[in-house]
C-alpha cells in the first residue's frame, strides 16, 4: 500500500525535475556556447602568437609573461577598476531611488517608467554620438546651458581629468532605466502588511524603509550589484561608448581593459595577447564574483 502511494509522489517529482532542466536548458546552452567556449578559446588562443593573417606560432606562457612589463596595459585595469568604483554605487543609487519614485502608482506612471527605460532600449552607439554632439567643447548644448555657471569653455569629453567621469555619467543615464525595473520587480514582493504594520507603530518613511524596504531587497540588491559590476568590466558601455566618444583618450584616460584589448586585436594584429588579456579579465571577474557569493552565501541575506 505504501509502494502504490510513493509512485505518484515519485513520478510528479521526476516529472517536475525534467521540467525544470528544461526550464533550465536554454539558458545553460546559451551560457556554454556564448561564455564558456569563448572563454576557453580566448585561453587557448592566449598560448600562441596569432597576427590575424594566419600567422599562427606557439607562444607558451609569452604573452601572459608580457603584461608584467605592460605600462599601458595596467593603467587601462587601472581605469577600469576606478570606472567601476564609481559607476556601480552611482548606478545602484540612482536606479534604487528612481524605483522608490515610481513605485506607487499615479497618474501617467505608465508614461514616466517608459521614459526612464528608454535610453536602455536605444543603441549605445547612437547614444555615444547623441552625447558626442551635446558635450561639443564651447559650441556643444551643455556649454551653452552651463555657461551662465561660468563651465561654457569645460571639455567634458577632452579634458583627461573629467573624461572617465563625463562617460560614467553616461552609463548612468543609460542603464539606470534597466535596474530600475529590477528593483521595482523586488519592491511589488514586499509584504504591503509589513508596511501598515510599521505605520502602526508610528514609524516614519526613513524608518520604513530601513527596517522594511532594504532588508526585503537584499537578495534584489545582490543581482544589481553583481551584474552592474560585470557590465562595468565587461559591458557594453566599457567599449561602444569609449569607441564612440573618446576612442580610450585623452592620454589613455578612458581606455577601458576592453578597448585596450580590442586596439592590440584589430589595431596592431596582436591576436594571442588580446586573447590573454581576455583570459586574465575573465579569470578576475569569475574570483570577484566568487567572493561575492562567498560573502553573502549564495545571495541568501535572510538565512541565519
Keep these: 500500500m505504501t509502494e502504490?502511494?510513493?509512485?505518484?509522489?515519485?513520478?510528479?517529482r521526476r516529472g517536475e525535475g525534467r521540467a525544470a532542466w528544461g526550464f533550465l536548458a536554454p539558458d545553460?546552452?546559451?551560457l556554454v556556447l556564448f561564455v564558456v567556449v569563448p572563454a576557453l578559446l580566448a585561453l587557448a588562443v592566449g598560448l600562441f602568437d596569432v597576427d590575424g593573417f594566419g600567422n599562427i606560432k606557439f607562444a607558451g606562457l609569452q604573452n601572459?609573461?608580457?603584461m608584467a612589463g605592460d605600462s599601458v596595459l595596467w593603467k587601462s585595469f587601472g581605469v577600469t577598476?576606478?570606472?567601476t568604483v564609481l559607476f556601480v554605487p552611482v548606478a545602484f543609487g540612482v536606479s534604487l531611488g528612481l524605483a522608490l519614485l515610481v513605485r506607487d502608482h499615479f497618474p501617467g506612471i505608465g508614461a514616466v517608467r517608459a521614459a526612464l527605460f528608454l535610453p536602455n532600449v536605444i543603441s549605445l552607439v547612437v547614444i555615444g554620438l547623441l552625447w558626442q554632439f551635446l558635450l561639443t567643447d564651447k559650441t556643444g548644448i551643455v556649454s551653452r546651458i552651463l555657461g551662465p555657471l561660468g563651465l561654457g569653455d569645460v571639455s567634458w569629453l577632452g579634458d583627461p581629468a573629467l573624461a572617465l567621469i563625463t562617460l560614467v555619467l553616461i552609463s548612468v543615464w543609460f542603464l539606470?532605466?534597466?535596474?530600475?525595473?529590477?528593483?521595482l520587480a523586488g519592491l511589488q514582493d514586499v509584504p504591503r502588511e509589513l508596511y501598515d504594520a510599521a505605520t502602526v507603530d508610528g514609524a516614519g518613511a526613513w524608518r520604513k524603509f530601513r527596517h522594511v524596504t532594504w532588508p526585503a531587497l537584499r537578495p534584489t540588491s545582490f543581482f544589481v550589484l553583481v551584474t552592474s559590476t560585470v557590465n562595468a568590466v565587461t559591458g557594453l558601455q566599457a567599449f561602444d561608448l569609449v569607441f564612440v566618444t573618446t576612442k580610450g583618450g585623452p592620454a589613455?584616460?578612458?581606455s577601458t581593459i576592453v578597448f585596450y584589448a580590442y586596439q592590440?586585436?584589430?589595431q596592431f594584429g596582436r591576436f594571442g595577447y588580446a586573447a590573454a588579456i581576455c583570459a586574465i579579465v575573465v579569470a578576475a571577474l569569475i574570483v570577484i564574483t566568487g567572493i561575492l557569493f562567498a560573502l553573502t552565501r549564495g545571495g541568501r541575506f535572510?538565512?541565519?
Excluded: C, H, S, W
Design 81 to 83: 577598476a576606478l570606472y
Design 302 to 304: 535572510d538565512e541565519d
Design 64 to 66: 601572459f609573461r608580457l
Design 264 to 266: 592590440q586585436a584589430f
Design 176 to 183: 539606470a532605466g534597466y535596474q530600475m525595473l529590477i528593483f
Design 4 to 12: 502504490v502511494l510513493r509512485r505518484p509522489k515519485t513520478r510528479a
Design 252 to 254: 589613455n584616460a578612458t
Design 28 to 30: 545553460g546552452i546559451g
